[in-house]
């Protein structure tokens, strides 16, 4: 198997704002070609700083950056071309309609105009906004208008997009949409790297996630390799009627796959790798040596655990 080439690359990328702030901080990143790659940090980690360098929109202090193979500050209007961007907050010409704001942005991108046309009206159907063509954007929820900035943002065909905090703000429903719309995408090939401060969202979506704090990677692996990085991946929550001291033992030393246990508010937990086929194990073993289970509860280790173990902190912060 061959390793996709890198479509995003930089190297000591660094931004220092007047004033001293090292928002970002020797950056080395490669996201490659298809994956939908996840910046997942808490507020002024350098996620917006990071994503405007890469858009061009931020002059980096020092370091390099390329996407598609072209440096990003020595030919800025050759990366645009290459890349869709739908930044933090709403940037929707609203002197046009919904229609409009696509129609004029393939035009300013070089697309005749039948192609913009038919474009604009194909992508209002894919987004689910074609009975608000002629609506101003003024008229639209916020889940609509993010998903005009999406669709204006591939547009103009860009194989690479840049979404800063794409979700932020959305209802769950709102949000729940905007990810099957960034599913469809990475389906149809491009390169999504996107910024987010929830770790749902960067464990569902993501095929890899850079954690950052303070401008700088602290961890870089797909979700599943960073949730075992932090130990346990699944906990177990077990109650008994019986003693659950005992059972704790018990289970211990009976099950394979326990890689320790604990007994939190009378309840036994079970830290395993996968909770796969482990149920009727626990179960059968704790009834047949006395123990009668009043509840079981699986719960799965997540993204926050990572950056908790890591930085001592949360990341709502
Ligand atoms: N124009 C600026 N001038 C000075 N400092 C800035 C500027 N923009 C950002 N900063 C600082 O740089 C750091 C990183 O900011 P950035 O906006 O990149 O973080 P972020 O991860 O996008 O945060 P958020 O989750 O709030 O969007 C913060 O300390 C911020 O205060
Ligand atoms: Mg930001």
């Known amino acids: 198997m061959t390793t996709p080439s890198p479509v995003i690359e930089t190297s000591g990328l660094t931004k220092v704002y007047p004033g ?42 020092s370091g390099w ?29 609203r002197s046009l309609t919904v229609r409009e704001n696509l129609y004029f942005h393939g035009r300013f991108f070089g697309m005749d105009v039948r192609t913009a046309r038919s474009e604009a009206v194909r992508l209002l159907e894919q987004f689910r906004l074609a009975d608000r063509a002629d609506a101003r954007v003024d008229a639209l929820s916020g889940g609509m208008a993010q998903r005009l900035m999406v669709a204006r943002a591939v547009m103009h065909r860009p ?16 949000r729940i949409a905007l990810w099957e719309i960034l599913g469809q995408l990475h389906g149809e090939g491009h390169t999504i790297l996107l910024t987010t401060h929830y770790m749902e969202e960067a464990d569902q979506l993501c095929d890899r996630v850079a954690i950052i704090d303070q401008g700088k990677v602290i961890a870089l692996d797909t979700p599943g390799a960073l949730k075992r990085s932090a130990g346990a991946e699944t906990t177990l929550i077990v109650s008994t009627s019986a003693d659950p001291t ?44 006395g123990f009668p289970l009043t509840d079981l509860s699986v719960t799965e280790a997540t993204l926050e655990t990572v950056f908790i173990r890591l930085t001592g902190k949360d990341l709502r912060e």
């Not at 996407?67 to 071309?81: F, H, I, M, Y």
């Not at 194989?159 to 709102?174: K, N």
Request: aromatic share 2%; no cysteine.
């Open 20 to 61: 001293g702030v090292r928002a970002v901080d020797d950056l080395e990143l490669v996201v490659r070609a298809g994956e939908i790659f996840g910046l997942l940090g808490p507020n002024g980690a350098g996620k917006t700083t990071t994503a405007g360098m890469l858009t061009t929109r931020i002059i980096p202090t």
């Open 246 to 289: 005992a059972l704790a033992s018990l289970l211990l030393s009976e099950v394979a796959g326990v890689l320790d246990v604990a007994v939190v508010d009378g309840r036994v937990h079970v830290g395993v790798h996968s909770s796969q086929g482990l149920l009727p194990l626990v179960v059968q073993l704790a009834e047949r040596n």
């Open 159 to 174: 194989p690479v997009l840049f979404l800063d905090e794409p979700t932020a703000g959305l209802d769950p429903q709102s």
């Open 65 to 93: 950056a390329r996407v598609g193979g072209v440096d990003v500050v020595a030919r800025p209007a050759e990366a645009k071309r290459l890349i869709g961007v739908v930044p933090q907050t709403n940037t929707l010409d």
